[in-house]
């Protein structure tokens, strides 16, 4: 690196000192703390783990069945498949011969060794908040791994997304770097939470709608996000879509056990509870469900679909018919087993990707230690026409108090034509 | 070519009921369990989902979750004098095949034995005299008691959420229970089903009568129940599609609805699918089982082996590897000699058809096992000093399914097609109801299993030939019980009544029960069982062998209940007693 390059950094970096003073104030402290960094300390591994598991890095990293953290499993994007890195202390094909500041710079800032840019298939723009020391507990925990040799070619994109420069404009555009900081105000809970969601576990990556360029929908974070086939729900406070209707306690018991009065997980994020949230403290669930909690709803209220409405009348005799056995009259369901109808955000989700989904092609609800069942929804899609299956959504979505926007034929008609993803549950 | 794995602990035959509640004790003592099932992996939604689980066609006509004959089946006689043929479609019982067994496709009727059919030779010999016994009957004690067995009954029914009203609880009667039952630990796990119409005439004209009617034990369950693993049932929906199907609403206790949810998170249990296991084998001194050798789905050839083997088949299955095993003496009925296909045994079931004016019971709102019973005419419940035979069984109005193939009855004298049997069917549909009688079956010197000296499967193994016929003592009880039934249905006034008491000679082409029991029965003497009383063989220690091949004799009643309770027994004595000291756990 010459030395004017290096100067024009340490300009940038006092410059970002002055912009930044309490990220700084943390960095400072963080840097003291290095001074005896060897990544040894059992409770930074620890520590690591711990962070590796809210991340769910292991998620992309690590092919399932194979060596942890390996790489090599394909993550598709809109724009084309990546193939996740290998994060092993490997030296020749893994992170080994990384710097603690390669490292940090790569999880912060998107810019990885030898100042190669990443994709924001790795979600540097959430991890960014992450400070570093915890970002340098995750390198401690990844360097107490098994070396694996296991050399990925990651981007697998075709032009012109596989030039890698053109992140510089993605970043310009949508990535704003910068360290978690406390909201003054807020209990210790809530910015706990807030910071296991807004960093390490990145729930806005598939919980916030992208742009056309991938980039988060700033003003509707939280607010679901359409992921792999599936819709991402509503995290917020809206009490119809999204965690208002549900206690805290109710929020902590699904995202340990994948299940709760109302809801059972599946799809994508099936893996998510499996790997990551069954693994988390009682007391970062509660911090979680405080701070999502508390976002705010968006303004607008469904009004229901009249039951006299024909689509209504034709659902709910289905209803009888193919899902009342299960999911029960009141549309209760059977808690740990058959999800609830009334009251669930899913099924009110503005967008019915998911429920169509569901419905036609059916899926496994997750299953974990405290909650092992795991039971299936089959599949209607070979039974029901698209007109009988928006019917019978129609109804279970403006049933029992519920409220939410028709489903049209033509809705249930593209689902069918629908790809599942490989892979995914 | 047979080519060898890696040795694990314990390697298990066939994953029904048995195998799964052996693999869950087995593996959660922290052994590396393989269990190696001859059919496929089968689960709730992909194999009987809600959306075609109700197919008639599909699952009883045309035998979807069954074993098909072409892969394995037996060959059948009445008698030593016949020559047996083999069976090519399943008919009087069918042999289960996948995983979770005949735990997938039973009716779930979840019934306890009475204490005294435990210790049935002393008990009868002592009341009646050894000489009331007919000369060739084979009966004989269990080994275990029912006392043995209440903490493992109670395990079972609250693993699958049992619905029922206890009649005994520690030996208080409970009024609208089984009075006759054995004294229970506590009362069943759920409440009984909703008993329809025809049930509950029944228990009001045998309430009138004297009797004690009872809800049937239901594995069909009344309300939600989540069990001791964490696993969690659905309520039952009343749909009528139990014995024969698959349950897709997660409401029928079943392998695939309480213990294999947790199994496969286990990362020391494997299972092997669609690999048959050929032989057990053993060791130079042939005390000693290696492990197994099986057949995968391209017909390659591999040894399992391991530190312990459960056999834990079906109960025909069971006789026949054993047999081909050269484990135990093969039984010889000239002599009464050997041990492994003594004592095969059955039930004998029967019914009382009565067609009604002006009644409608819905026969369709139904589970496998809802229904109002008696236990009057069941095992020694009643004197049969007067009456010339022994055993008995239960009976009521049991509304298994109102199916619209063959549950269709007509009177005597209708035609079987056309015009004349679609009028009769539609009238007699709702109005009419089927009682039955279940009945027990003794053992004989006659009735046994050995391997055909003609007929061989596909892997040119001989096949297991039945020896079997009901006995005059059989015949009477179950004229008798079936007389005692109708007196009660009489009570209802119906139009006219059919009594159907069971008659000889046996035969395999008509549906009765899949309930074949004995063949290598337990027992306190090696000359007359083929395992001890924690179902260990005699000749193998480090082999048990679990399921109703273990019965001495059957009694009035389901197995299953039975069945599960002394693999929980046998689960306990292997993981409590034999890991710390490997060896027979009974002197012989």
């Known amino acids: 690196m010459s030395r004017r390059r290096t100067m024009r950094r340490a300009a940038t970096a006092v410059a970002l000192l002055l912009l930044c003073a309490p990220a700084a104030y943390a960095a400072e402290r963080s840097q003291k703390a290095e001074i005896a960094h060897d990544g040894q300390e059992f409770d930074e591994v620890e520590r690591g783990l711990y962070l590796a598991t809210v991340g769910d890095c292991a998620a992309c990293h690590t092919v399932p069945g194979e060596k942890p953290y390996a790489g090599g499993r394909a993550i598709d994007t809109p724009f084309g498949t990546l193939l996740a890195p290998n994060l092993t202390p490997d030296r020749a094909t893994g992170i080994g011969a990384w710097s603690d500041d390669d490292f940090v710079s790569a999880v912060q800032d998107g810019r990885g060794h030898g100042g190669q840019r990443l994709y924001p298939a790795m979600p540097y ?144 994020m099936s893996e998510v509870i499996a790997d990551s949230t069954s693994h988390l403290t009682d007391e970062d669930l509660k911090a979680i469900a405080v701070y999502l909690k508390d976002r705010p709803a968006p303004q607008s209220a469904p009004t229901p679909v009249a039951a006299s409405d024909p689509a209504m009348r034709v659902g709910a005799a289905i209803y009888v018919d193919e899902c009342q056995a299960c999911h029960r009259a009141a549309g209760t369901g059977v808690a740990n087993l058959f999800p609830a109808m009334k009251d ?82 | 070519m047979t080519q060898k794995l890696p040795a694990t602990d314990a390697v298990i035959i066939g994953l029904g009921w048995t195998g799964s509640i052996m693999a869950e004790a087995l593996t959660r003592a922290g052994l590396n369990v393989v269990a190696i099932e001859r059919g496929p992996w089968r689960d709730t939604a992909t194999d009987f989902p809600t959306t075609y689980a109700q197919d008639e066609l599909r699952y009883h006509i045309r035998h979807d979750l069954f074993l098909r004959p072409a892969q394995e089946t037996m060959t059948f006689r009445n008698n030593a004098g016949q020559t047996a043929l083999p069976i ?73 959420g049992t619905s029922g009203k206890a009649g005994n609880i520690k030996g208080a009667n409970q009024e609208g229970g089984n009075p006759y039952e054995g004294a229970r630990t506590r009362d069943y796990p759920t409440p009984p089903q909703k008993q329809p119409y025809g049930p509950s005439l029944f228990a009001d004209a045998a309430r009138s009568m004297g009797y004690k009617p009872f809800p049937q034990p239901s594995g069909n369950l009344s309300q939600a129940y989540t069990n001791w693993l964490g696993v969690t049932l659905g309520p039952c929906t009343y749909c009528g599609f139990c014995e024969w199907f698959g349950c897709g609403n997660y409401s029928k206790a079943s392998p695939q609805t309480t213990l294999l949810p947790v199994l496969v998170r286990r990362p020391n249990f494997e299972a092997r699918t669609r ?48 047999l081909h095993s ?66 008995g069984g239960y009976m009521g109005a049991v509304q298994t399914n109102g199916r619209p193939i063959l549950t269709t009855p007509t009177p005597k004298g209708t035609p079987s097609w056309g015009a004349a049997w679609k009028k009769a ?164």
Request: proline letters at 6%.
């Open chain 1, 344 to 425: 669930n955000p899913v099924v009110q989700s503005a967008d019915p990707t998911t429920l169509i989904r569901v419905l036609l092609h059916g899926t496994q609800n997750v299953a974990t230690d405290a909650a092992p069942t795991g039971a299936s929804m089959p599949a209607f899609g070979w039974k029901l026409t698209d007109a009988q299956a928006a019917a019978v959504l129609t109804y279970i979505r403006n049933s029992w108090g519920n409220a939410a926007p028709a489903v049209s034929a033509g809705d249930v008609g593209n689902g069918r034509q629908q790809r599942l993803s490989e892979g995914v549950p």
């Open chain 2, 326 to 391: 050269g484990i135990g003496a093969p039984y010889d009925p000239q002599t009464g000699t050997g041990v492994i296909g003594r004592n095969y045994s059955y039930q004998v079931t029967s019914s009382v058809n009565a067609f009604f004016d002006n009644q409608n019971f819905n026969p369709f709102i139904s589970s496998g096992a809802i229904g109002m019973c008696i236990d009057d005419y069941n095992g020694d419940n009643f004197d049969h000093g007067p009456h010339g035979f022994v055993g």
């Open chain 2, 425 to 588: 069917a539609a009238e007699h549909y709702l109005s009419t109801y089927q009682f039955v009688t279940h009945g027990s079956c003794y053992s004989y010197r006659d009735a046994y299993l050995d391997l055909d000296p003609t007929y061989t499967d596909r892997l040119g193994r001989k096949l297991l030939r039945i020896t079997f016929d009901f006995h005059e003592n059989e015949l009477k009880m179950s004229q008798y019980i079936t007389d005692r039934l109708a007196d009660i249905v009489q009570k209802l006034q119906p139009r006219t009544m059919e009594k159907n008491p069971r008659k000889g000679p046996y035969t395999t082409t008509i549906y009765q029960t899949t309930h074949t029991c004995g063949g290598a029965v337990m027992g306190s003497d090696p000359k007359t069982s083929a395992v001890n009383r924690y179902l260990q063989s005699w000749d193998v220690s480090n082999l048990f062998v679990p399921g109703a091949s273990a019965f001495p004799q059957n009694a009035g009643y389901n197995p299953t209940d039975t069945v599960c309770a002394l693999a929980f027994w046998a689960a306990d004595a292997l993981v409590n007693q034999y890991l710390k000291s490997p060896g027979p756990l009974v002197q012989a």
């Open chain 2, 275 to 322: 690999c048959e296991v050929v032989q057990i084998n053993l060791d130079k001194s042939r005390k000693r089982a290696t492990g197994v050798t099986y057949v995968d789905v391209n017909g390659k050839s591999w040894e399992q082996p391991a530190g312990l083997v459960l056999l834990c088949a079906f109960q025909l299955f069971n006789v026949h590897l054993l």
């Open chain 1, 125 to 268: 723009p959430y991890f960014t908040k992450m400070s570093r020391a915890d970002v340098l507990a995750l390198r401690a925990y990844l360097g107490a791994l098994e070396p694996v040799h296991n050399a990925v070619r990651a981007n697998q994109l075709p032009f012109p997304f596989d030039i890698r420069a053109s992140m510089i404009g993605w970043n310009w555009l949508f990535f704003t770097p910068g360290r978690f900081v406390p909201v003054i105000g807020k209990s210790d809970e809530w910015n706990r939470g807030a910071y296991l969601v807004e960093g390490p576990g990145h729930c806005g990556a598939c919980h916030t709608e992208k742009n056309f360029l991938g980039g988060d929908e700033t003003s509707r974070a939280l607010q679901g996000g359409a992921i792999q086939g599936w819709y991402s729900p509503n995290l917020t406070g809206d009490p119809r879509r999204g965690l208002g209707g549900w206690s805290v306690d109710e929020v902590v018991e699904y995202l340990k056990t994948g299940h709760n009065r109302t809801g059972a997980a599946t799809g994508p």
């Open chain 2, 88 to 160: 090519r479609t399943w008919g009087s019982f069918m042999p289960p095949n996948g995983v979770g067994g005949g735990g997938v496709h039973w009716n779930a009727e979840t019934w306890r034995f009475l204490p005294s059919d435990f210790q049935l030779r002393s008990h009868l010999t002592q009341r009646y005299g050894a000489k009331f016994l007919p000369a060739d009957m084979t009966i004989q004690d269990w080994g275990v008691t029912y006392d043995d067995l209440e903490p493992h009954y109670d395990k079972f029914e609250y693993l699958c």
